[in-house]
């Protein structure tokens, strides 16, 4: 039977959100939100943050999270991962997959996860349905093949779309990349031990290391899309959905 260990890379200093792990989120820190979320999946061997910061041990501490300590010189969260996968190996924790989430999206629904994970790699990636989201640089967008495997990660708007190239009537329709990963610790590994990539350092997309490489990186569809917190705006938004979902729950037991 495949065992599960899950890691929220968790880094304090966001340039465009500082301290983010930590915001506020209906009286609880956002990194509890989102470890609370991941431990809902009933598969896992362990789930762990993986972090630089002493004030997010420190909060982990208080609400017993486990959590792992990692160098501060990471850049991208799947190298903060593999080193996790490293430490945990090293101490005789390891497990036969090994699944990535983001500790700024508290909402995740680990329904995702009840599909086909037997790929070395995988990565998750959903519909645009609004059209703002086509054109917000913070969301990753991902073309991906017919057989399930991504051909290109981008912050552009991609696939183009302009009436006057376009070579028949095709309805636009774009996906996103959802951030949920994937790895044996062997590919998690390697990913950590290949240089930064050419496009991902232009990007600031990660997986665009292994597509550089020639490394398959193999798409799941999902139908449950997933709210990322890159900015106080963000922040707010989770705020009020966790709200009326709060008033929600209220109004059915009267």
């Not at 376009?166 to 949920?180: E, H, M, N, P």
């Amino acid at each position: 039977m495949t065992t599960f260990i899950g890691i929220i890379p968790a880094r304090y200093g966001s340039s465009r959100f500082p301290g983010k792990p930590l915001c506020d989120i209906c009286g609880k820190p956002m990194i509890y939100r989102a470890y609370q979320s991941a431990k809902k999946w009933p598969h896992w061997k362990d789930v762990f943050i993986a972090t630089d910061s002493s004030k997010i041990a420190k909060v982990c501490s208080e609400y017993a999270i486990p959590y792992l300590m990692t160098k501060d010189t990471h850049i991208d969260c799947l190298d903060r991962a593999a080193e996790a996968v490293t430490i945990l190996e090293k101490d005789g924790r390891a497990a036969d997959k090994y699944i990535i989430l983001q500790g700024d999206e508290p909402l995740f629904d680990v329904e995702t996860l009840n599909v086909d994970l037997s790929a070395p790699v995988i990565n998750f990636y959903t519909e645009i349905r609004d059209i703002n989201e086509l054109y917000n640089a913070n969301i990753v967008k991902a073309v991906v093949s017919k057989a399930s495997k991504a051909l290109y990660f981008s912050r552009y708007s991609i696939p183009y779309h302009d009436e006057k190239t376009k070579r028949s009537d095709a309805k636009l329709t774009a996906y996103k990349q959802i951030g949920v990963y994937v790895f044996t610790g062997e590919m998690i590994k390697l990913y950590s031990k290949l240089k930064m990539s050419y496009l991902e350092a232009l990007e600031g997309i990660g997986l665009l290391r292994l597509l550089e490489n020639d490394i398959d990186v193999h798409m799941q569809f999902t139908e449950h899309d997933s709210i990322s917190v890159d900015t106080p705006e963000d922040q707010q938004r989770i705020i009020r959905i966790l709200k009326n979902r709060g008033s929600e729950a209220t109004d059915k037991l009267r």
